[in-house]
Structures are given as C-alpha cells and as structure tokens.
C-alpha cells in the first residue's frame, strides 16, 4: 500500500508565496516520475508541473517561471515553490507518484488526497 501526504496549501494574497510538499510512503520499490496537478471547481484536473527520477522537469505553460518543482529522492517527496500566485492559481493540488510497488509490479499512478490553495485578489 502506497500513501501519498500532501501538506502547504492555505490562503496567500495574490503576488504571494507558498510551498506545498508531498511525501510517499508505503511500499514502494521504485519512483519514476512525481508531480503536482490542480483541479478548479468547473474545470478539469490539470497538470501543473512533474519531475522525473532523474531530475527532468515539465510544468505547465501558465506556471513557467513562477513555479518550481524539486525532489528529495532520498525522502520520497517532491515540493512545489509557488511564487508570485494569482487568483487563477486557486485550486485543488493533488501530489501523483507514477511508481512501482515491486520489481516485477507494472508501474501505476498513486494520488493525494489534495490540499486546498486560495488565492485572494
């Protein structure tokens, strides 16, 4: 069983700054690939930004240059800095961990639960 903790969200003022984590646990055999999607009331689960195993970044076209995902391989957990937040950015964020659970296991997604980020104009 695999268990994906998200913590960081809250309210912030638009031009504001905060920092979520995400930490993995559980059995878990190998991690390729982690990141973070948003979900705003209407509209669909988005992806925000994912970093491979080996340190490849992606992040979506709306949080380039605000937005900075890192890893601590060793710990299983993956953050998101977000800076200079705007109202737009308000969401659910939901951790994913694409991993394996054993060596012969295909791999598979695993969600957060999410933590909520309001952003206040």
């Known amino acids: 069983q695999v268990q994906l903790v998200e913590s960081g969200g809250g309210l912030v003022q638009a031009g504001g700054s905060l920092r979520l984590s995400c930490a993995a646990s559980g059995s878990i055999f190998s991690i390729n690939t982690m990141g973070w999607y948003r979900q705003a009331p209407g509209k669909q689960r988005e992806l925000v930004a994912s970093i491979t195993n080996g340190g490849t970044t992606n992040y979506a076209d709306s949080v380039k240059g605000r937005f900075a995902i890192s890893k601590d391989n060793a710990k299983n957990t993956v953050y998101l800095q977000m800076n200079n937040l705007k109202p737009e950015d308000a969401a659910v964020y939901y951790c994913?961990?694409?991993?394996?659970?054993?060596?012969?296991?295909?791999?598979?997604?695993?969600w957060g639960q999410g933590t909520q980020v309001t952003v206040s104009s």
């Open positions: 994913d961990a694409y991993l394996r659970t054993r060596w012969n296991s295909p791999q598979r997604d695993y």
